[in-house]
């Protein structure tokens, strides 16, 4: 089981051993502590629990201040955790940093997408727009008819209506992304392709 929490960066151009080059994002991992072991047997299932970012006891909520003194630990800004089988030889109180990653392989990688505000249906579904030629005023951008044949009798609007609406800010997930580089003196990896977010957004990382 490998989890670690990090915050994204800038991308970069990385050239490979064969000189091929490799859009990439650069994200720093700071090293997360282990904040709790949920077993099958107390919880109902495996997990573990870390947390990342100390924050001031002030800033923190009730829950998370006694969280954290029960076991001594520090306050933390976020607080992640992975279900899984439990890996042998960790202890609440331990640290996972950088290093759990090597070069080449592949991970997934968690984030909340950019948040674009209530957008169009071009922009949103990528639709085409009305046709570009005389005696059109208004209907470029406009979605089109809504009703029809797609609905009943009566011509409802059918569920799931590609429309305008808010657009990003939602969890994405992206799967397959191979770590080209690991930097354990900055607390750096370096991811190939584009990450959901956008600089500084929270990532999760799990092997």
Not at 23 to 45: H, N, S
Not at 101 to 109: D, L, M, R, S
Not at 156 to 170: E, F, L, N, W
Not at 173 to 201: D, K, S, W
Request: charged share 25%; net charge positive; proline share 3%.
């Amino acid at each position: 089981m490998k989890f670690i929490l990090g915050t994204k960066q800038n991308m970069v151009t990385v050239f490979d051993e064969g000189g091929i080059a490799h859009a990439a994002t650069i994200i720093v991992a700071q090293p997360a502590v282990i904040t709790q072991l949920k077993t099958k047997e107390k919880e109902g299932y495996n997990a573990v629990q870390i947390g990342s970012g100390e924050v001031k006891e002030g800033r923190a909520n009730k829950a998370q201040v006694g969280h954290a003194k029960g076991k001594s630990l520090k306050n933390f800004k976020e607080i992640r955790q992975r279900d899984g089988k439990l890996p042998e030889g960790v202890e609440v109180g331990g640290t996972i940093d950088v290093t759990v990653f090597t070069a080449g392989e592949k991970v997934q990688v968690s984030a909340i997408s950019k948040a674009k505000g209530f957008q169009g249906v071009i922009k949103r579904h990528g639709f085409h727009g009305g046709p570009r030629s005389h005696g059109q005023k208004h209907s470029e951008r406009s979605p089109g008819s809504i009703g029809g044949s797609g609905g009943r009798a009566g011509g409802r609007v059918a569920k799931g209506m590609r429309m305008a609406g808010r657009m990003g800010g939602d969890r994405v997930t992206v799967r397959n992304l191979a770590i080209l580089q690991v930097h354990p003196e900055t607390n750096e990896i370096v991811i190939a392709g584009a990450v959901p977010g956008r600089r500084g957004t929270l990532v999760e990382i799990r092997g």
